[in-house]
């Protein structure tokens, strides 16, 4: 038998798979008893929640290269979240981790899979975005697989997301001509101004192919996708 404390845990779980978009009757929102810890646990108290798009991938359970979020189980998601108590060796109250442990307030672990952010880690949320999954993706994808040299022309899709606005902006580092694709705008009068893409597209736009064609006069070197569409 698991042994409760009287703190409460408020979590979101999965209630039915959905079709197309989803909307809030696929979730529920259930209240817990937080369990007392054993040897060997630590508690973690959510501070920083990322929502991605696998999200909607984990809804389904179609194949995919990751197991689908069971009905009834907590939806997955990448949180940076203060260690509230500790029977763990390696962690201890006050440490800031970053754990899948999804969309709930607390979560009580083994401490597989929880990484410690090092002391005085100025930006926390940071590990979930330039200095966490989104990061590494863009930096991987770019510069890895893409390999941009210098004065090469770099089209990004998404340009003001998560991934595509740090692809951008490290494509501009590496002495690239930047050319970003987003929807709408606000978002591409962002893309140029603030995150200093030499161009941004929308997609939307009627024109879309003779502005692409003439934001990029010697061609597309590296395109990096990131929407899957047209
Ligand atoms: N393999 C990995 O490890 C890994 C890791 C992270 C991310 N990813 C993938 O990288 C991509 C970007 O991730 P992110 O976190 O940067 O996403 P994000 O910030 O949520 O950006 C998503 C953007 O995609 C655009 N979009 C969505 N649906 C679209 C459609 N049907 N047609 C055209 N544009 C559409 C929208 O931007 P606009 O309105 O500006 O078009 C939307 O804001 C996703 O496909 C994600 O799954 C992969």
């Given at each position: 038998m698991t042994r409760t404390t009287t703190q409460t845990n408020r979590r979101i779980v999965l209630a039915s798979r959905p079709t197309g978009a989803p909307t809030a009757d696929n979730f529920r929102l259930e209240e817990v008893a937080i369990p007392a810890l054993e040897e060997g646990q630590l508690l973690l108290r959510g501070q920083w929640l990322s929502l991605d798009p696998y999200m909607r991938g984990r809804m389904?359970?179609?194949?995919?290269?990751a197991p689908p979020v069971e009905i009834g189980g907590v939806m997955t998601g990448g949180v940076v979240s203060?260690?509230?108590?500790?029977?763990?060796?390696e962690f201890k109250e006050g440490d800031l981790v970053m754990a899948y442990?999804?969309?709930?307030e607390y979560a009580v672990s083994d401490g597989t899979g929880v990484n410690k952010l090092p002391?005085?880690?100025?930006?926390?949320?940071h590990a979930l975005g330039v200095l966490g999954m989104p990061g590494y993706t863009a930096y991987a994808g770019l510069i890895?697989?893409?390999?941009p040299r210098p004065g090469e022309t770099v089209v990004v899709a998404a340009a003001t997301g998560a991934v595509g606005s740090l692809v951008g902006q490290i494509a501009k580092l590496r002495g690239c001509h930047v050319v970003g694709i987003a929807g709408g705008a606000q978002k591409c009068e962002a893309a140029v101004k603030e995150l200093g893409f030499d161009a941004c597209i929308d997609h939307?736009?009627?024109d879309f192919p003779e502005q692409l064609k003439a934001a990029c006069p010697r061609g597309i070197d590296v395109y990096f996708e990131n929407v899957g569409g047209a």
């Open positions: 389904s359970d179609a194949p995919s290269y203060r260690v509230e108590a500790s029977r763990h060796p442990t999804g969309w709930q002391a005085g880690f100025a930006h926390p949320s890895d697989i893409g390999q939307r736009a009627a």
